[in-house]
Each structure stands twice: as structure tokens, then as C-alpha cells.
């Protein structure tokens, strides 16, 4: 086994839990982090909540479970060429869309309308409280109880004001510091996945084609370099090929640049780390053609008028069980009921959130639906 870097997270110097437990036996802190994730009810129902389409629409695209394991996947890789912590990383990666709602960006943007007056929502915020207070599993706490690098790596960004709310876990936000090179590592990794994977299924919808991708520097060019290696091969495997090396181009990239910015910095172990610029990065050069990536997909994909559509309708579904949520207690299961208005919001907001795609578009039809004789 490689040796970590004197600047990677320990588990053993962790922060540690919020509720103090004896070390696990045969198996590292991190490690049973990752484990708890992934036996928790909410990392199960990412099986059935979108990433860019709706769940039903096809078997064969990318949900937020799958995307949460291709992360760790990149992730992970990261880390063994930096010696940094793999198992942080991936616990990380595996928990940092728990608090998503169903319908992806969608459905959260109409939920943060929802609660506009109660606080808003934001998933990464949304995650933390899922693995801080909302999963029942463990008999002497609520939550995962996770260790604090483990929490902090979940939560990627937020306000001033949030951060004040989460105490420790939100202090960098205000203090000007950086979290662990592994919940860097995390973060980026989300990145390369969903841009890649995104080009990947809209592809395999038909919304978005080989002919438009050709204005794209970073997919054409490998596309160019498979074509002229594999001259007779299906599209289906060259689309494969190429997406497969735009990933390993963006790693590469990664790696790179993050040794040289190490270098470039006092860093001799992890409390270095938070007092420095954000070390993990693209080159320039790469950081272009991520952008230019970034803004096909913006352009092509997000804003396709079927996407279009599914945002609509997850936006109309959202609202209206708020709302109907919101006018009567009684609609809600007995667990999600609280007694104050600020209170009985976050409670309805949490109770959606937790929704995968198919059964909050049953909830909805069991509320709004007219029967037939």
C-alpha cells in the first residue's frame, strides 16, 4: 500500500464524530463512513432520482446513483496518484447528492422557491441534514453521525449566514479557509463526471449530436484520434472511446496541475491545506476547454425544449405538493408533522426532498388526480 502524503486527511488525527463511538474494529474512521453511507435509505432512493432525465424515461441513463459512483470512481483515481486518502474520498462522493430532490437541478430549483419565506433550500445543505438528523437507523443518535472531514466534504458551499448556523462544519466559510484535499478531490471529480456523462446520455436520447459536439475542442479532438485509430468501429463504441479519453485527459490534467500547485505552496501536512489557495485544479488551457464543455451542454442539452418540458412539469409537481402540503397538515405522513410554521415547512421540504422521481409523480396523481368511474 502507498504511502499517504504528510498532507492528506488521517483518520486517525479526524475531528472526529459529534457523538463519540470507539474506533471500529478492522477498518479505518473513513471507512465506516462509507459504509454507513451506503447502507442508508437515502443513498438507496438515488437509484430512482434523475440526473438529466426523469427516471421512467429510459433504463439505460444516468441516475444519482450511478453518477455518485462514477465520482468516487474518478475521485478515488485522483487520490491514489496524489497519496491522498482514498477511503475520505469516496465516502464523500457517495453522500454529496443524499439531499437531492427528485427531477435533479429542477426539482431543487422550484423547491428553493417553495421556501423562499422559510430559508430556501440548497441540496448540499440538504445532504449535511440527511446524514446529520433525517436517517433513523442507529439506536444512540439520529443521523450517520459521520466524522467531521466526512461533513465537511458533503458540504461544498454556503452563505454567510448558513455557515454561522452549522458551527464547525460552516466555520471555513467565513474564516477564509479550504477543506481537505480530499473534499477538493470530491468536488472536482463531481465535475468531470456529470459534464462527460452528460454528453454521454444526450447522445444516447438523441437530443444533442455528433455533428453539433464537432464545435466542442475537447470531444472533437479525441473523436478525431479514435476515428482515424478505429476506422470501421460503431458509433455506440467510438462515442464510448471518446468520452472515456476526454475523462482520462481531464484526470491527467488534474494530477498535474495540483502537483505543481502543491509545490508552489508551504504546504507540509493537512492544516496547510486549509490555508492555502484551493489546490485542486484545472490547467488554463484544460480550464478553457472545460468551459467551453460546460457551455454546450448549457446551451444544447439544459435547455433542449424536452428538457424544457421535464423541468415544467417537475417544477408544477414540486409546487403543488408544497403547497398542498403546506394548507394541510394532515396530507403528510405522521413523522414529517411538526408543530411550527418554520418548523412544519422544512419538515414538508424535507418529506419531498427524500421523494424519488416515480413516487413523487404518484404522490401527486394520489392528491391531484380526478378518478374515472
Same mark, same amino acid.
Given at each position: ?52 432525465? &426523469?427516471?421512467? %424515461?429510459?433504463?439505460?441513463? /444516468? ?33 454529496? +447528492? ?10 431543487? $430549483? ?25 436517517? %433513523?437507523?442507529?439506536?444512540?443518535? +439520529? ?24 458551527? $464547525? ?21 463531481? @465535475? ?11 447522445? !444516447? ?10 464545435? &466542442? !475542442? ?22 464510448? @472511446? ?11 490534467? &488534474? ?7 502543491? /509545490?508552489?505552496?508551504?504546504? &507540509? $501536512?493537512?492544516?496547510?491545506? /486549509? ?12 480550464? @478553457?476547454?472545460?468551459? @467551453? ?12 425544449? *424536452?428538457?424544457? *418540458? ?18 394541510? *397538515? ?10 411550527? %410554521? ?7 421540504? $424535507? ?10 409523480? *404518484? ?11
Amino acid at each position: 500500500m502507498t504511502e499517504l502524503a504528510p498532507y492528506a486527511a488521517s483518520p486517525q488525527c479526524s475531528r472526529g464524530r459529534k457523538i463519540h463511538e470507539d474506533a471500529p474494529p478492522g477498518r479505518s474512521e473513513f471507512q465506516r463512513d462509507r459504509d454507513r453511507i451506503i447502507h442508508s435509505s437515502a443513498f438507496r432512493r438515488l437509484e430512482y432520482k434523475t440526473q438529466v432525465f &426523469v427516471n421512467h %424515461e429510459g433504463d439505460l441513463f /444516468r441516475t444519482r446513483l450511478t453518477h455518485s459512483i462514477e465520482v468516487a470512481q474518478i475521485g478515488r483515481s485522483i487520490a491514489r496518484r496524489l497519496r491522498l486518502n482514498e477511503d475520505l474520498v469516496e465516502a464523500i462522493s457517495l453522500a454529496h +447528492d443524499l439531499g437531492h430532490t427528485p427531477f435533479g437541478h429542477a426539482g431543487q $430549483d422550484a423547491l428553493n422557491t417553495c421556501m423562499e419565506d422559510y430559508g430556501g433550500f440548497e441540496h448540499n445543505l440538504q445532504s449535511l441534514r440527511v446524514v446529520d438528523v433525517l436517517e %433513523e437507523r442507529y439506536a444512540n443518535f +439520529d443521523g450517520l453521525n459521520l466524522c467531521f472531514e466526512t461533513r465537511e466534504g458533503i458540504l461544498k458551499h454556503c452563505s454567510p449566514e448558513n455557515a454561522a448556523r452549522l458551527g $464547525d462544519v460552516g466555520a471555513r466559510f467565513l474564516n477564509d479557509q479550504r477543506p481537505t484535499l480530499e473534499a477538493q478531490i470530491a468536488n472536482l471529480a463531481d @465535475e468531470i463526471a456529470y459534464n462527460n456523462h452528460d454528453v454521454d446520455d444526450g447522445l !444516447r436520447s438523441g437530443l444533442i449530436t455528433l455533428e453539433q459536439l464537432a464545435s &466542442v !475542442r475537447m470531444f472533437s479532438g479525441h473523436l478525431g484520434e479514435v476515428r482515424k485509430t478505429y476506422p470501421a468501429l460503431a458509433e455506440r463504441r467510438v462515442v464510448h @472511446e471518446t468520452i472515456r479519453r476526454m475523462i482520462n485527459t481531464l484526470v491527467s490534467d &488534474v494530477i498535474s496541475q495540483t502537483e505543481k500547485n502543491i /509545490r508552489a505552496q508551504p504546504i &507540509v $501536512d493537512a492544516d496547510d491545506v /486549509r490555508n492555502a489557495p484551493t489546490l485542486l485544479a484545472f490547467g488554463a488551457q484544460m480550464l @478553457e476547454l472545460n468551459r @467551453e464543455l460546460k457551455a454546450f451542454l448549457r446551451t444544447h442539452l439544459y435547455r433542449h425544449y *424536452r428538457v424544457m *418540458r421535464m423541468s415544467a412539469k417537475a417544477h408544477r409537481i414540486i409546487s403543488e405538493l408544497f403547497q398542498a402540503f403546506m394548507e394541510d *397538515r394532515r396530507l403528510l405522513p405522521p413523522q414529517f408533522l411538526r408543530a411550527a %410554521e418554520m418548523e412544519h415547512a422544512r419538515s414538508v421540504a $424535507d418529506y419531498i426532498a427524500g421523494m424519488t422521481d416515480r413516487y413523487a409523480i *404518484r404522490e401527486h396523481r394520489r392528491l391531484f388526480a380526478v378518478e374515472e368511474n
